[in-house]
């Protein structure tokens, strides 16, 4: 029985998430689904897949809407038309093949996929459209039109049986299967669809020097140091513009250390540059616009821009500080919606939008885009924040899901980094680090020093993170920087998180034990993480009890992981040390105007209200 002609009396999805035992989908990468290395090529003369309009960004736009119409004789509820790009993704692009001999046919996952039947009359008709969102990203495009459901997978009688009796035993009563084989077939490709310039500088992002003064913008392209020279022409409003060069970098397969990474999710990086912007004034505005100076002198000029100075440490004035962990990324366009990977991403995006005018900086506390080592979505999520990144410091730290892979140096032994193990947020954005792979960093704002450790190497008593960490905290000037903050992605303070309440430690093992002390000793006034998909606030606490506001005997610790993942449970019981917390998606925001008082406030992303805020007090 072909998968093709099962969908009347078994819908596929629900056969592969009975097969897979987890039908929700949470925490799985809709992409890893696919099985596109064992996908066939079976070309149908009956089947067709076309794509318009044929060129894109004609007006300098980087996002265009594409219509993409197709039809087959017998339509199934396994028929999906994926987003390829390159637009040649045939077996001649596997590393080390010459398009014959044995081999996958496919070696390189879909950008993202739609389902066919998303249009409405597919099931009826064979015949449907769909519209896809497409951003540039140097390449061109084409769309496959696969049947056979997402993976390859063979279901005896017995296996559905077991498994549906449960879910449908009328199906069991009514219908007699033998061995059935799904595998995705590609039996169809569309045109090529291409930008009017593929190469050209998109998606700006910004973030802190290494000196209070130092602007950084980072950006990527398609233009090689060979083919162009990149730079940043800025200045203050009325004043004479000057450029400013930028470092080129990239990365190849190699740079990576695993699955799916180095193969089937592989996708070249392009180009990307940092310009240094120094000597700033404290809070002026000044407008940058990025740019490659081709060899013939033409220049190909990205959006014009502006932000403001940050303020110089121990500056007294307005300052806003929004924090939060675990957005990931998700799609207009409605791909990909069937696993609900990142289901609320858009909506903290879109909420860190609407108040920009009223946020200074941006910490995005780790476990960022969620490619899981498909590289294409580094470039979709970065698109996503644009118009955050382009306007504010966009500072990260680093998180399991860009970090962690076995015998890669992680101080975890999972594989939630698909096999990035760091390489391309630590490439994609910059942070004032001493060494790259060593992602902890010191940062002064104002009236703010911030403390990011990078909570997937060694943090514990005697290593080399441990002594920043002390250095960092200690040598702050309190008279001038009253508002000390930690950041880190795990929880190494408190959480009652239902996978960190199971066994009583409340936070990662030896946390607390390591690093309470350098709390206290340095009186942190508020610690943030992420990595627990929720909101949750604490009293000021030391040693896991309550301890009075006001005289840095205790810290007052804040998960703010709900910036879009799928949500985290909580344990059953509050503790006592649990002030608030909630199971909603969200982002924090700090606000201080002197070295009084510093107000803080839990913002929930679906319409921006507060639903939680406390305010520290400082003689």
Request: charged share 20%.
């Amino acid at each position: 029985m072909r998968g093709a002609r099962l969908a009347p009396c078994l819908p596929l999805l629900l056969l592969a998430a009975c097969w897979a035992g987890r039908a929700d989908g949470h925490g799985v990468h809709p992409l890893s689904r696919i099985a596109i290395h064992r996908a066939r090529v079976a070309l149908d003369a009956s089947a067709a897949v076309r794509a318009s309009p044929k060129l894109l960004g004609s007006r300098g736009e980087d996002t265009a809407w594409v219509t993409v119409e197709f039809k087959i004789p017998r339509a199934s509820d396994g028929d999906w038309i994926g987003v390829f790009s390159p637009s040649n993704f045939n077996a001649s692009t596997c590393p080390g093949s010459h398009g014959s001999g044995p081999g996958p046919a496919i070696c390189s996952a879909p950008i993202k996929y739609q389902f066919a039947n998303y249009s409405s009359v597919y099931n009826r008709s064979g015949t449907g459209a769909l519209k896809f969102q497409l951003i540039n990203q140097r390449q061109d495009f084409s769309f496959g039109f696969f049947t056979g459901g997402l993976s390859n997978v063979s279901y005896s009688y017995q296996h559905i049986t077991s498994c549906y009796a449960i879910h449908s035993p009328s199906f069991i009563r009514t219908h007699r299967l033998h061995l059935i084989h799904l595998q995705p077939a590609l039996v169809a490709v569309s045109n090529r669809i291409v930008f009017a310039n593929p190469k050209a500088p998109v998606y700006p992002r910004l973030a802190l020097g290494k000196t209070w003064n130092e602007m950084t913008v980072t950006w990527t392209s398609g233009y090689g140091i060979s083919e162009a020279h990149p730079f940043v022409e800025w200045g203050m409003k009325g004043s004479h513009p000057v450029h400013a060069p930028a470092d080129t970098v990239t990365f190849g397969r190699e740079s990576l250390c695993g699955e799916p990474a180095r193969s089937v999710g592989w996708r070249d990086p392009g180009f990307i540059h940092t310009a240094f912007l120094k000597n700033l004034s404290p809070e002026k505005e000044y407008y940058y616009k990025i740019g490659h100076t081709l060899h013939d002198g033409k220049v190909v000029w990205g959006k014009p821009k502006s932000f403001r100075a940050p303020p110089y440490p121990g500056q007294k004035s307005l300052q806003r500080v929004v924090i939060f962990g675990d957005m990931g990324k998700d799609e207009r366009d409605g791909s990909n919606e069937y696993q609900n990977y990142q289901p609320a991403s858009l909506n903290t995006t879109d909420a860190l939008i609407r108040d920009l005018d009223n946020t200074d900086i941006v910490f995005h506390i780790g476990d960022i885009s969620y490619a899981n080592g498909y590289l294409s979505q580094w470039d979709q999520f970065t698109q996503q924040v644009e118009p955050i990144t382009s306007r504010v410091p966009y500072m990260i730290a680093s998180g399991n899901h860009e970090r962690d892979f076995p015998n890669s140096g992680s101080l975890y032994n999972g594989t939630d980094s698909g096999g990035e193990c760091g390489v391309p947020a630590e490439t994609m954005y910059y942070a004032p680090t001493e060494k790259r792979d060593n992602f902890w960093y010191s940062m002064d704002y104002g009236m703010f020093r911030f403390c990011v450790a990078d909570s997937e190497h060694d943090w514990r008593e005697g290593t080399e993170q441990y002594r920043f960490l002390d250095r960092c905290l200690g040598t702050v000037d309190r008279a001038k920087q009253p508002w000390l903050v930690f950041i880190a992605h795990r929880v190494l303070g408190y959480s009652s998180g239902f996978f960190y309440g199971f066994d009583g430690a409340f936070a990662e093992p030896m946390a607390r034990q390591s690093l309470e002390g350098l709390w206290r000793r340095h009186r942190v006034d508020v610690a943030f993480y992420g990595h627990v998909h929720q909101y949750e606030r604490t009293c000021p606490v030391y040693e896991e009890r309550c301890v009075p506001d006001g005289h840095g005997q205790g810290t007052v610790h804040v998960v703010v992981g709900g910036g879009g993942s799928h949500l985290s449970s909580f344990t059953a019981v509050a503790p006592p040390w649990s002030v608030y917390r909630e199971m909603d998606y969200g982002f924090g925001k700090l606000t201080a105007s002197d070295a009084r008082s510093l107000q803080f406030e839990y913002r929930r992303s679906s319409d921006g209200k507060v639903y939680d805020s406390f305010t520290l007090h400082r003689d």
